[in-house]
């Protein structure tokens, strides 16, 4: 898993309940710990890492939520770029992109989509025992 990336200069990794709040915790630790790196609060890389955690920690507990099963967040930061992984439990569900935008009156099925509009890469990868869901986006 962590083969594919370059040594990163900062790493944050963190298990979190599968819940809706252990999601929304998700996306406030990110971005405490993107501005500790010097990623401020507020600019646009924080705020699109926000909405990719955001994303990519709502689909890990709608779609790959074990009960009883936890899911981790981890952050890397290495030059030129960060990188966002979310991992869970369920290794047979991976998300894939719609070949057309859902309809306008559906509330799901745009997620992917903001994560492959916003990231300058995308991927899955298999774990022992489920996946790893991750984007990268460049540093500026």
């Not at 083969?3 to 990110?30: D, K, N």
Request: aromatic share 4%; charged share 25%; glycine share 6%.
């Amino acid at each position: 898993m962590k083969a594919e990336t370059a040594t990163p200069t900062a790493e944050f990794t963190q298990r979190l309940s599968a819940t809706r709040r252990g999601a929304r915790l998700a996306r406030h630790l990110a971005v405490h710990r993107l501005d500790a790196w010097g990623i401020p609060y507020d600019s646009e890389l924080s705020d699109t890492a926000a909405l990719i955690v955001a994303e990519l920690a709502a689909n890990a507990v709608t779609h790959g939520r074990v009960p009883g099963r936890d899911f981790e967040l981890c952050l890397l930061l290495s030059a030129p770029k960060l990188r966002i992984e979310v991992s869970d439990t369920r290794g047979e569900r991976v998300p894939t992109t719609p070949a057309t935008p859902p309809p306008a009156d559906t509330e799901t099925g745009r997620g992917v989509l903001l994560v492959v509009a916003l990231a300058t890469a995308w991927g899955v990868t298999d774990r022992m025992v489920g996946k790893t869901v991750w984007a990268e986006l460049a540093l500026r």
